[in-house]
């Protein structure tokens, strides 16, 4: 048992050592001036490079006359606007159909009477 557990304690001492090496080298690296403005800089190109494709990509889908990610977001919208309408004017006719039954249940019945035969003509 203690062979086992002695690799494995040598193992994780190693690791956490690379651990600890490798954030000093990553803090030594971020503390230069260079490194932080050219990744910054790449950071820059890269924001703008997507913003590129992003705007040839709504291009080549206008021109295929296929909806792009806006336009689908803004018939989401229209359709969520329209759901919530449809809830209401549902609730609303709930309501007046339950007040139309409690009308009608309130009001009394009107016992029928019994008409008088018409005379007949012929006798």
Same mark, same amino acid.
Request: positive net charge; without cysteine; hydrophobic residues 40%.
């Given at each position: ?31 230069? %001036?260079?490194? $932080? ?11 703008? $490079? ?9 291009? &080549? ?6 909806? $792009? ?5 803004? &018939? ?31 009001? %009394? ?9 018409? %005379?007949? %003509?012929?006798?």
């Amino acid at each position: 048992m203690a062979d086992r557990k002695q690799p494995d304690s040598l193992w994780q001492r190693l690791v956490g050592a690379g651990e600890e090496r490798l954030g000093q080298f990553a803090e030594e690296i971020l503390a230069s %001036p260079h490194v $932080t403005e050219a990744l910054g800089a790449a950071l820059s190109r890269a924001a703008r $490079t997507k913003g590129q494709v992003d705007r040839n990509m709504q291009a &080549v889908l206008s021109a295929l006359n296929l909806p $792009t990610r806006g336009d689908l977001n803004k &018939v989401v919208n229209k359709v969520e606007a329209l759901q919530g309408s449809l809830v209401n004017i549902n609730i609303k006719l709930d309501r007046l159909l339950a007040e139309h039954a409690a009308a009608k249940r309130a009001t %009394p019945v009107r016992a029928t009477r019994a008409r008088k035969p018409k %005379p007949d %003509p012929e006798g």
